[in-house]
C-alpha cells in the first residue's frame, strides 16, 4: 500500500476494485465501512455483487478481465470534463500527453460496452473519484491475477495519478496483500531478481555487497520465478526443489500439471506444520513451528514490521524454520550461527537499506514501523511519494485494453472467476482444522446466477460438473443473484473440488502472475448418481 | 371568578379561529410575528428578542429558549433544523393536542421564524401517532401555508426558505426527551444519547437543530408581535409568561387552563380548578407528569414556577396536573407512576433500567403490607441514587413521586409497614372489612351480594366476615344500607 | 491544541481540549472504574455512558457526571473519591448483581469478569435488591460462541462494536425497560443474522454473557498472554495468545496500529490448528516410497548430501527454493541467503502472485 490503514478512515471517496474486501481483509473492509459513516463515497468494481456492495455509492459489476476498459473509460470521462488534477499533473508527473492520446477512444460508452455495464455509471464513478479531495484506490487480485495484470496496476496508478492522489494523506493505490508476510518475503528478497530491499540481482555493486556480508561468490543471474520454476521441473530441469510454507498442490494453476511437475522432481524437500497435498509427495518433509511457536517479525500489506512472539514451545520435535535453515546453512558450509531472530534481523538491517533504521528495541517499544525507515532515527513512513514520487516525476504509462487469454466460446460459455471465501484461508492448511470453519464453509462449491441455473435445470444444492481446457471437478451448486449471467465463480481453497484444476496458467508477461480470475468454463448438472460419476472422473 | 385567573397566550387561538383555514388565523393576527422578523429584524434581533422575553422550555425542563435558540446559530452548518416536540406523552395531559387542533398555524409559524433566527432552512414536527385529528389539521395547516408562500421557498418575498415535514412517534414516552426524539427521528431506536454534544450542536443527522414544545412555539408569534416586555411583565422573577395545565382527577372543574406564572397552587386548584370534588378534603396534586412530584396540602401557597416546584421535590413538567383527595394513598399513588416509568424506560442506562424495577417492587412490597422500615430507608437511598446517576431526564426524575410523598407523607408509608395498615383504605391486602355488632340487623343483604360468599349469619343475627376468604371488593360496603359495616 | 485547566480530588493538571473527565484522571493516576466504556470509541460523544459506574462529582452540576462521556470544561472540579460518588457507584453495582446469576464458581468468565471486579470493590456479596430476574434461554446457533443474556449487563458494548465498527449490524437492542436486551433480529438466534462471527463483541463483553466455544476448559488465572501478530492474511492484526500450558487456548484482540482492537472470524476463532494431532511433529524421510519417521540429523544429512550431489552433477540452476508468504522475515531471509549463497542459484520465489 503506498499509504496506511487507517488513513482510509478520512477518506472522501475508495475506489474498491478487484478486492472482496469484507471477505478476504475482513478488518479493512471494516475500516472503509467506519470511513462511509463518516461520509466517505465508495466505489465498488467487481464482477460479484460482494458484501461492499451494500456501502457502495456507485456499483459497477464488470465482467471478468474487463479492468483495463473500466480504468481507461474512466479516465477518458475525467480528462473529457476537466476533471483532472491538471496542476499536480504538470509539476509532479511526465507522459500525461500519452495516456490522453490512449484514453482520449476509450470514451464511457466505448468501455461500458466492454465491461458490460452502464455508461453512466461509469461516469458517474469518473466524477465521484475526481471529485474527492482524498480519493484511495483500494485492490487485489482481482486486478493483478489476469494475463495484463501489471497493466491493469499501472491503470490504476495513471488514474490516481490524473487526480493527484499519489503521494497525499488518505489517497494512493492501495493494494491488499493477501498473506500475513507475503510483504515481508518480497522485502527480504524471495524474489528470483532481488537481493532484501528489492537491490537487483543484476546489479554489480549489489552482489558485491552481499558477497561480501554473506562470504561467498553469488550469481547475477536472475532466477527463475515461481511458474517457470514449475515448467521446468515438469521438464526434469530442476532436480532439487525446496519448498517452505507453501501448497502449490491447491494454490496454483492447472493442478494436473504441477501434480506431474512435482513428481517429475528428483528430489523434493518440503519444510511446513502439516503433511499438506504438497508434502505427500516431497522425498523429505521437515516440521515446522507454526508463528505461535517462534519469534520475529512480519511486514504487513501497509509496510508495517511487527513483532511476532513465541506463545508455546513448539510441539513434538518441530523446530521453528529460522532454525532448520540455520542448520541447513551450516551443512551446506556457510557458517554462522544466530542465537534468536533478533540476530537475523540485525544482519538484515545492515543489508536492507529500507530496514536499515529498524531493530527489535524499536519494534517492542513502538508497537511495529513502516518501512522505508533507513535510519534509527526515522519515525517510518507512513504514505510513500510525499512531496514526489520516489522515482521524481509520476510516470503515466497508459495501457491498452486486451481481453483475457481465454474468452467464452461456444464450447466454454461462461466467464470463470476464483476468489476467497470469509471462513478459509488460502489452501486451508490451517482453517481446515478448526472444526467451526468447516462448518460454516464445508466443501467446494460455484456461484451461477439465477436464470443460468434455470436454464441448465440446476438448483441449490445440485451437483454439477464444471469443466475448462484444462480439466473437471464436480462440487455443488449455489444458485445466487451476486453473479450475472454469463460468469461464475469458485473459491480456490479446496483440494477437493479445486478451483485451480480448471483455471488458465497462462502468465501475465511482466510480473509472471497467472490468470485465475478469468477462464472460458462450461457448466453442466451432473446425473443424480454424482458419486459415480466422480470416480470415473478420477 | 375563574377566567379571571386565566390569561391566554399559547392558547390563545384555540376555539376561537377556523383551525382548517388559514385565513382565519390571518384574521387573528396570524404570519404578522414571521412577517416581522423576515421584514424588519436580522436573525441576531430575533435571537435577543427572545432571550429578553424571558421565555423558557415548556416541555418540561425550562431551558430559555432564546438561548437554545442562540447556541444553534453559532454553529456553522449547510442544513439546520427546527423539530417541534409534539410527542405529548403524559397521562391525563393534552396541552400539545388541544394547541394543534385548535391552531396549528401558530406552531408553523414559530416554526419559521425559529429557521430563521438559527439561520435553518428544515423544519420537522415530531407527533405521536395516536393524535389522528392533530396530524390530520396539520397537514391542512402546510398544506395552506405552502399555498400562501408562508412556507417554502423565498418567503413573503425574502431570501429565507423552509420547509417543514411530519414524523409520526410510535408512542413511546421516552421520545419525548429530545436526544431520544432525534433516535427516533433518524429512524434508531428511541432511546436517548448522552449530551454534550447538545443538539444545538450536532443533533438531527448531525446537524445544529433545535427542539422545542408546541405550546414553547405557539407562544412565540405573540411575543415577536407584542414585544419581549410584554411577555417579560407576566410571571415571576424567573419564570415568564404564561402555562398551559391539564387538571385531571378529583376536581370540579377538569380540562385545559393557562394561567400565569407565578399563580398559587391555591388559586389554581381552589378558583380555577373549583376545588375538591365531591367536598373531599384536598390532600395533593401530581405535577410533572409521571415523573413529577406531589405537591400538598401545605403547598398551597407555593408560586409556580420552575424553581420553586424543584424546590418542592416535584417539577413543572409539560403540565400535568393530577388532583388527589383523601381517599388516595400517596404509596400507591406513588407506585403507580413509577409502575408507568418502569413500564416507559428505554432500558439505556443502568440505574433507570433495573433501578425503576426494583422501586417498584419496594413500592408493591409495601403495598402488601411485606415491607419494612429498613426497605422505606432502602427505597429513599435509591431514588436518590437514581436520580443522581441516570442517563437522561426520564431517570433522573423517575424517582421523584416516590421523594416528593415521603416528603409529606412519610407517616403513610410508616402505617404500611409498621401497622400494616393503609390510612387512606386503598391498599387492599392491607384492609379488614369488619361488621359493626351493633350496627348490623341481620337483614343478609351483605351476605347475598358478597362474590366469594365469605360472610356467614343468620336472619337478625349479627353477621361475620371470614377475614381469610375475603377478597376485599366492597360490595359488602356499598349494600349496607344501616352503615354497619367498615373497612380500616 | 487548546489545553484546559482541570482539577482532580485536588489535583491540578492539563489536558487538551476535547479529552473526557476519565482522560484527566487517568493522567493523574487517579482510577474511576468503568463498565461500558470501550476505549476504541476515539470521540467521548461517542460513548454509550449506559452502566453509570464511572460517575463523578462536579462541581456546581446537579447530578453526578459520567467521567467517560463528560467532556472537560475550562476550571472544572471534579470528585472522584467522596461518599456520594461511592454510594451511587455501590448502588449501580448492587442493581446490576440484583439481575444477574450468581454462579461464579462455574463461570467461564471468572476472573476477567468487570461486573465480579466491581463487586469486589464494593464489598458485595450478593445483592441487596432481591427481586425479578431475566430469564432467557441460552443461544448456542453460533458455531464460534454461545450467548447467555441472563449474564448481559447491557452495557451495549457488543452493539456498539458491531454497529460502528465492524459495522455489521446483525445486532441491535430489543424490547423496552426491565427486558432491554441485545438481540439478533427479530429476537431469534444468532444464526440467522447477518453476523459474521468476527467475535469482536465476545471481545468485549465485560461479563460472561458472550463467551468461544472454546475445546478447552480454563481458569482466566491459568492464562498466559503473548503480544504477537495475526498469521492470516495481510492486515496484520495485533492479537494476545492466550496460552495455558503449551496450548493456546484463545484469541484476544489488541489495539494494533492497523486493528484497533478488531479481528476477523479467523483471527479470532481460527487458532485450534496450532495444537492439531495431525501436525507434523518429526521429519519424514521418502524409503521404498513410503514417508517415514526420522531424525533431524538424517534428514539434514540427505538434503545436505542432495544438494552437493546435485550441485556438482548439474550445476546450481538445476536447484531451486520457493520460500513462503507465512514464514517471518527473519526465515525469509535465511531461505533466500540458502538458496543464493548455498545452492548458488537466483531461483528463489514464492506465492506472492497467488
Known amino acids: ?538 | ?488 | 491544541m487548546s489545553m484546559l485547566n482541570v482539577t482532580v480530588d485536588g489535583q491540578a493538571t492539563q489536558v487538551a481540549a476535547g479529552s473526557a473527565i476519565l482522560d484527566a484522571a487517568n493522567q493523574l493516576g487517579i482510577e474511576i472504574p468503568t463498565l461500558c466504556y470501550l476505549d476504541m470509541e476515539k470521540k467521548f460523544n461517542q460513548q454509550a455512558a449506559a452502566c453509570r459506574i464511572c460517575v463523578v462529582e462536579v462541581e456546581n452540576r446537579r447530578n453526578l457526571a459520567p467521567a467517560c462521556a463528560t467532556p472537560v470544561m475550562e476550571g472544572m472540579i471534579i470528585k472522584t473519591d467522596t461518599e456520594r460518588v461511592h454510594t451511587a457507584r455501590k448502588i449501580v453495582v448492587d442493581l446490576m448483581l440484583s439481575d444477574h446469576p450468581l454462579d461464579c464458581l462455574t463461570c467461564e468468565q471468572a476472573g476477567s469478569c468487570v461486573l465480579q471486579d466491581l463487586c469486589y470493590q464494593y464489598g458485595l456479596e450478593q445483592t441487596t435488591f432481591a427481586g425479578q430476574r431475566n430469564d432467557y434461554p441460552e443461544d448456542a446457533t453460533n458455531k464460534f460462541y454461545s450467548r447467555n443474556l441472563n449474564k448481559c449487563v447491557a452495557c451495549r458494548r457488543c452493539v456498539t462494536v458491531c454497529s460502528n465498527f465492524q459495522n455489521t449490524k446483525a445486532i441491535g437492542f430489543g424490547d423496552r425497560g426491565f427486558n432491554t436486551h441485545p438481540v439478533a433480529p427479530f429476537d431469534r438466534g444468532m444464526d440467522e443474522s447477518t453476523c459474521v462471527s468476527c467475535g469482536n463483541c465476545v471481545s468485549v463483553c465485560p461479563t460472561g454473557a458472550l463467551l468461544p466455544k472454546s475445546k478447552e476448559k480454563f481458569r482466566s488465572w491459568e492464562i498466559s498472554k503473548t503480544e504477537t501478530t495475526c498469521s492470516y492474511c495481510g492486515v496484520g492484526c495485533q492479537m494476545n495468545l492466550l496460552t495455558k500450558g503449551n496450548k493456546v487456548v484463545g484469541v484476544e484482540p489488541l489495539n494494533g496500529a492497523a486493528n484497533d482492537g478488531l479481528l476477523c472470524v479467523k483471527g479470532k476463532f481460527g487458532f485450534n490448528f496450532i495444537n492439531h494431532p495431525d501436525r507434523l511433529t518429526t521429519p519424514l524421510v521418502r524409503k521404498d516410497g513410503q514417508l517415514v519417521e526420522a531424525t533431524w540429523d538424517e534428514a539434514y544429512s540427505l538434503i545436505a548430501d542432495k544438494v552437493k550431489a546435485t550441485k556438482a552433477e548439474f550445476g546450481s540452476e538445476a536447484l531451486a527454493g520457493l520460500s513462503s508468504a507465512r514464514v517471518t522475515n527473519e526465515e525469509n531471509y535465511l531461505f533466500q541467503k540458502m538458496v543464493r549463497a548455498a545452492f548458488g542459484t537466483n531461483s528463489v520465489d514464492h506465492c506472492a502472485r497467488l
Open chain 2, 1 to 488: 371568578m375563574a377566567e379571571k385567573k386565566q390569561l391566554r397566550i399559547a392558547t390563545r387561538n384555540s376555539g376561537f379561529i377556523d383551525p382548517e383555514n388559514i385565513d382565519s388565523y390571518i384574521a387573528a393576527g396570524g404570519y404578522l410575528g414571521l412577517a416581522k422578523c423576515l421584514g424588519e429584524m436580522t436573525p441576531e434581533a430575533v435571537i435577543d428578542l427572545m432571550k429578553a422575553s424571558g421565555i423558557r422550555g415548556r416541555g418540561g425542563a425550562g431551558f430559555p429558549t432564546g438561548v437554545k435558540w442562540g447556541f444553534a446559530a453559532k454553529y456553522a452548518s449547510d442544513t439546520k433544523y427546527v423539530v417541534c416536540n409534539a410527542d405529548e406523552g403524559d397521562p391525563g395531559a393534552f396541552m400539545d393536542r388541544a394547541i394543534l387542533e385548535g391552531d396549528p398555524h401558530s406552531v408553523l409559524e414559530a416554526m419559521a421564524i425559529g429557521a430563521y433566527a438559527i439561520g435553518g432552512n428544515k423544519g420537522t414536527i415530531y407527533i405521536r401517532a395516536e393524535y389522528p385529528m392533530a396530524i390530520d389539521r396539520l397537514k391542512i395547516a402546510i398544506e395552506q401555508a405552502e399555498a400562501k408562500g408562508v412556507i417554502g421557498k423565498n418567503i413573503m418575498g425574502s431570501d429565507f426558505s423552509f420547509d417543514l415535514d411530519i414524523k409520526y412517534g410510535a408512542g413511546a414516552f421516552v421520545c419525548g426527551e429530545e436526544t431520544a426524539l432525534i433516535n427516533s427521528m433518524e429512524g434508531n431506536r428511541g432511546e436517548p444519547y448522552t449530551k454534550p454534544p447538545f443538539p444545538a450542536e450536532a443533533g438531527y443527522w448531525d446537524k445544529p437543530t433545535i427542539v422545542n414544545n408546541v405550546e414553547t412555539l405557539a407562544s412565540i408569534p405573540a411575543i415577536i408581535v407584542k414585544g419581549a416586555e410584554w411577555f417579560n411583565g407576566i410571571g415571576t422573577e424567573t419564570s415568564k409568561g404564561t402555562k398551559v395545565f391539564a387538571l385531571a382527577g378529583k376536581i370540579n372543574n377538569v380540562g385545559l387552563i393557562e394561567v400565569p406564572m407565578g399563580i398559587t397552587l391555591q388559586e389554581v386548584i381552589m378558583e380555577v380548578g373549583g376545588g375538591v370534588r365531591n367536598g373531599k378534603k384536598f390532600k395533593a396534586v401530581q405535577t410533572g407528569g409521571p415523573s413529577g412530584g406531589a405537591l400538598t396540602y401545605k403547598d398551597l401557597d407555593v408560586k409556580i414556577d420552575y424553581e420553586s416546584l424543584v424546590a418542592c421535590q416535584s417539577m413543572m413538567g409539560s403540565g400535568g396536573m393530577i388532583v388527589m383527595d383523601e381517599d388516595d394513598c400517596m404509596v400507591a399513588i406513588a407506585k403507580f407512576f413509577v409502575e408507568f416509568t418502569m413500564e416507559e424506560t428505554c432500558g439505556k442506562c443502568t440505574p433507570c433500567r433495573i433501578g425503576s424495577k426494583r422501586i417498584y417492587e419496594a413500592l408493591d412490597k409495601i403495598t402488601m403490607g411485606q415491607g419494612s422500615l429498613e426497605d422505606i430507608e432502602k427505597l429513599k437511598l435509591l431514588s436518590v441514587a437514581i436520580k443522581d446517576t441516570a442517563l437522561c431526564g426520564l431517570g433522573q426524575t423517575m424517582p421523584n413521586p416516590v421523594l416528593s410523598t415521603m416528603r409529606v407523607f412519610e407517616d403513610e408509608y410508616t402505617a404500611h409497614v409498621v401497622d400494616k395498615k393503609c390510612p387512606a383504605g386503598v391498599c387492599s391486602d392491607l384492609l379488614e372489612f369488619i361488621v359493626v355488632d351493633e350496627k348490623c340487623v341481620g337483614c343478609t343483604l351483605c351476605a347475598r351480594v358478597c362474590p366469594v360468599d365469605c360472610i356467614g349469619g343468620k336472619v337478625k343475627e349479627v353477621h361475620v366476615i371470614d377475614q381469610a376468604a375475603c377478597i376485599k371488593c366492597g360490595a359488602c360496603l356499598d349494600k349496607c344500607k344501616f352503615d354497619a359495616i367498615i373497612k380500616q
Open chain 1, 1 to 538: 500500500m503506498t499509504n496506511s490503514i487507517n488513513e482510509l478512515i478520512d477518506s472522501d471517496v475508495i475506489f474498491i476494485t478487484g478486492s472482496n474486501t469484507t471477505e478476504s481483509h475482513p478488518v479493512i473492509g471494516a475500516k472503509i465501512r467506519q470511513a462511509k459513516k463518516k461520509g466517505a463515497k465508495i466505489i465498488v468494481a467487481e464482477p460479484r455483487k460482494i458484501d461492499m456492495v451494500e456501502d457502495a455509492d456507485v456499483f459497477l459489476q464488470i465482467t471478468p478481465g474487463t479492468n483495463i476498459a473500466l480504468y481507461n473509460g474512466i479516465m477518458s470521462c475525467i480528462i473529457s470534463e476537466g476533471l483532472e488534477a491538471a496542476e499536480y499533473i504538470k509539476e509532479r508527473t511526465e507522459n500525461y500527453d500519452a495516456l490522453v492520446a490512449t484514453v482520449a477512444d476509450f470514451t464511457p460508452e466505448v468501455a461500458a460496452e466492454i465491461c458490460g455495464i452502464d455508461a453512466e455509471d461509469i461516469k458517474t464513478a469518473a466524477r465521484m473519484y475526481a471529485e474527492g479531495a482524498k480519493g484511495a484506490i483500494v485492490y487485489c487480485m482481482g486486478v493483478t491475477q489476469h494475463s495484463s495484470g501489471t497493466e491493469g496496476v499501472m491503470s490504476l496508478a495513471n488514474l490516481a495519478l490524473l487526480c493527484g492522489n499519489i503521494g497525499i494523506e488518505s489517497g494512493g493505490i492501495n493494494p491488499l496483500r493477501g498473506q500475513n508476510n507475503v510483504q515481508g518475503a518480497c522485502d527480504m528478497g524471495g524474489l528470483p531478481g532481488t537481493y532484501p530491499g528489492y537491490q537487483k540481482v543484476t546489479e554489480p555493486a549489489v552482489k558485491e555487497k552481499f558477497e561480501k556480508a554473506w562470504g561467498v561468490e553469488l550469481s547475477d543471474k536472475v532466477g527463475l520465478t515461481l511458474t517457470e520454476i514449475v515448467g521446468k521441473a515438469g521438464h526434469g530441469e530442476i532436480k532439487v526443489l525446496y519448498i517452505m510454507g507453501e501448497n502449490p498442490m491447491v494454490s496454483d494453476p492447472d493442478l494436473a500439471h504441477v501434480e506431474e511437475a512435482l513428481k517429475n522432481t528428483e528430489f523434493l524437500v518440503v519444510q511446513d506444520i502439516f503433511l499438506t497435498e504438497t508434502a505427500q509427495l516431497a522425498d523429505v518433509v521437515l516440521p515446522a513451528a507454526t508463528f505461535a511457536e517462534k519469534n520475529g517479525t512480519f511486514s504487513n500489506t501497509e509496510r508495517r514490521v511487527q513483532m511476532v512472539r513465541k506463545a508455546i514451545e513448539p510441539v513434538g520435535q518441530c523446530k521453528p524454520d529460522w532454525e532448520i535453515l540455520m542448520d541447513l546453512l551450516n551443512k551446506l558450509g556457510i557458517e554462522k550461527t544466530y542465537a534468536s531472530p533478533e540476530e537475523i534481523f540485525t544482519e538484515i538491517s545492515s543489508v536492507t537499506p529500507s530496514y536499515g533504521g529498524i531493530t527489535y528495541g524499536r519494534l517492542e517499544e513502538l508497537g511495529g514501523l513502516q518501512w522505508p525507515c533507513p535510519t534509527a532515527d526515522h519515525a517510518g513512513t507512513k504514505f510513500l511519494h510525499s512531496g514526489k514520487c520516489a522515482r521524481g516525476l509520476g510516470l503515466f504509462k497508459p495501457a491498452v485494453f486486451k481481453p483475457s487469454a481465454e474468452v467464452p466460446c461456444a464450447d466454454f460459455p461462461l466467464v470463470m472467476t476464483t476468489g476467497r471465501v470469509l471462513y478459509h484461508y488460502h489452501t486451508r492448511t490451517m482453517t481446515g482444522k478448526v472444526d467451526g470453519l468447516n462448518a460454516m464453509c464445508p466443501e467446494s462449491f460455484v456461484e451461477i446466477n439465477p436464470d443460468a441455473a434455470r436454464k441448465l435445470s440446476i438448483v441449490e444444492g445440485d451437483k454439477v460438473r464444471v469443466s475448462t481446457r484444462r480439466g473437471q471437478v464436480v462440487v455443488t451448486a449455489k444458485v445466487t443473484p451476486k453473479l450475472k449471467e454469463n460468469v461464475i465463480f469458485m473459491p480456490f481453497h479446496f483440494a477437493v473440488g479445486a478451483a485451480n484444476t480448471l483455471t488458465n496458467p497462462v502468465l501475465d508477461p511482466i510480473a509472471k502472475i497467472p490468470e485465475y480470475k478469468s477462464c472460458a468454463a462450461k457448466l453442466e448438472k451432473v446425473a443424480w448418481d454424482w458419486s459415480e460419476e466422480t470416480d470415473q472422473i478420477k
